[in-house]
């Protein structure tokens, strides 16, 4: 079965502070890992897809990374607007269903 | 641009009561699905659609029914509420094989 886990649950960071979120996961065949921002009350926003180990993307002051076994969602120099919950995903070529993880909730404290 | 349009944004229901959670997308998405979300949880997959006519299930399909009669509507259907499906329900589509799902605002539901 996939899972995915990470951590930490929740980040306190003062602005500028960079830092990193984890997500580690088990598949049986990686077809994707998927980065969602979400914020309260909405719906999860796409961030990013990795297809393979050792890919990165950016974007503005986020940068997502792959390993075999973990992917990290490096922030740089956050703002009060990057506070969101962020959700890592997995998709297995064998099924149609991502596998979520429970989020890591950011905060950024002006 | 709309995307994914949900109603209701919240609906409280008695035990044994029937409703339908709405969907709709305007980006001509072929794919829509199903997701709860709750504390401690990660987003669940309940149904979902390859395209118009085409339904299957997915990770925790019971207690709820869908149908897909046309591209742009993916109704969720609940025929008798229960308070385990106490949840918020996100509809989400996406394009072809393009992974990058689109999601609604939510459904926040009670089941007393």
């Known amino acids: 079965e996939d899972q995915v886990t990470q951590s930490p649950e929740a980040l306190r960071l003062q602005e500028g502070e960079s830092s990193s979120l984890n997500c580690s996961y088990t598949v049986s065949g990686l077809r994707g890992l998927f980065w969602y921002r979400q914020d309260p009350g909405k719906g999860p926003e796409f961030l990013f897809t990795l297809y393979s180990a050792g890919e990165e993307k950016e974007k503005e002051r986020l940068k997502a990374t792959l390993t075999k076994k973990e992917s990290f969602l490096h922030i740089t120099a956050p703002k009060p607007e990057d506070s969101a919950t962020y959700l890592c995903a997995v998709a297995n070529f064998g099924n149609e269903k991502l596998t979520f993880g429970t989020g890591t909730r950011l905060t950024i404290i002006p | 641009n709309a995307g994914v349009t949900q109603t209701p944004k919240f609906q409280v229901l008695k035990t044994g009561q029937s409703m339908t959670l709405q969907c709709a997308q305007d980006m001509n998405h072929e794919y829509m699905s199903w997701y709860r979300q709750d504390p401690g949880m990660g987003l669940r997959l309940i149904h979902y659609?390859?395209?118009?006519?085409?339904?299957d299930q997915g990770e925790v399909p019971n207690g709820y029914n869908v149908s897909r009669s046309t591209t742009e509507d993916f109704p969720l259907r609940l025929l008798s509420a229960a308070p385990s499906q106490t949840s918020v329900y996100f509809c989400a589509s996406r394009e072809g094989e393009d992974e990058k799902l689109f999601f609604g605002s939510g459904t926040q539901l009670s089941v007393l």
């Open positions: 659609s390859v395209g118009a006519g085409i339904t």
